[in-house]
Antibody, heavy 123, light 113 residues
């Protein structure tokens, strides 16, 4: 059973860069047919999709984040990463990584999720 | 962006009774060339990540009890829990994957009466 696990700093100062990594286990990030996604949830609020990356390195990030997102993939470590620059208190949220097994149908729903990591933006 | 609007925001139902959650998209998420609706439903319990229940609007994920069903097409969708169980207390979200950016509904909280 594929598993995902987020890691990174749980406290980031305003204007700095949030950095998270998602480790993939019991499966390969290079197995093909999947996109690797980041989704966040502010405390007590709903879900916001941040973007995806394919194992090829192709990315798409949500325009709502105004180009503050950088995503990368490290096939040798079987993990992918998120950087969010110029953070403010509004970026405080639980950040999830998730897999979408798209196959050939653009099936971008999320069938495997990490447990999530709370990132607080505060000085 | 496609805006997903869920109703109601919260729902209180007696054990064994039916719970119905609605989701409306601001534009159609039906792709005619594949005859599929690009719509998923998730359940989220406190302190846990969301779990997919339904995809393609009506297909139940493996292992999901058959009391959960999805219906609808185009812009109007429904998640039905036919006989509410105590373990179904959770937040429920719809999500469109017809186009990027992918978007979620605001969520519906289901509680026991």
């Amino acid at each position: 059973q594929l598993q995902l696990q987020e890691s990174g700093s749980g406290l980031v100062k305003p204007s700095q860069t949030l950095s998270l990594t998602c480790a993939v286990s019991n499966g390969s990030i290079s197995s093909g047919g999947s996109s690797w996604n980041w989704i966040r949830q502010p405390p007590g609020k709903g879900l916001e999709w941040l973007g995806y990356i394919y194992e090829s390195g192709t990315t798409y990030d949500n325009p709502s984040l105004q180009s503050r997102v950088t995503m990368s993939v490290d096939r040798s470590k079987n993990q992918f990463s998120l950087k969010l620059s110029s953070v403010t208190a509004a970026d405080t949220a639980v950040y999830y990584c998730a897999r979408a097994f798209e196959n050939l149908e653009a099936a971008r729903y999320f069938d495997v999720w990490g447990q999530g990591i709370l990132v607080t933006v505060s000085s | 962006d496609i805006v997903m609007t869920q109703s109601p925001e919260s729902l209180t139902v007696s054990l064994g009774e039916r719970a119905t959650i609605n989701c409306k998209s601001s534009q159609s998420v039906f792709y005619s060339s594949t005859n599929k609706n690009f719509l998923a439903w998730y359940q989220q319990k406190p302190g846990q990540p969301p779990k997919v229940l339904i995809y393609w609007a009506t297909t139940r994920e493996s292992g999901v009890p058959d009391r959960f069903s999805g219906s609808g097409s185009g812009t109007d969708f429904t998640l039905t829990i036919s006989s509410l169980q105590a373990e179904d207390v959770a937040l429920y979200y719809c999500q469109q994957y017809y186009t990027v950016p992918l978007t979620f509904g605001g969520g519906t909280k289901v509680e026991i009466k």
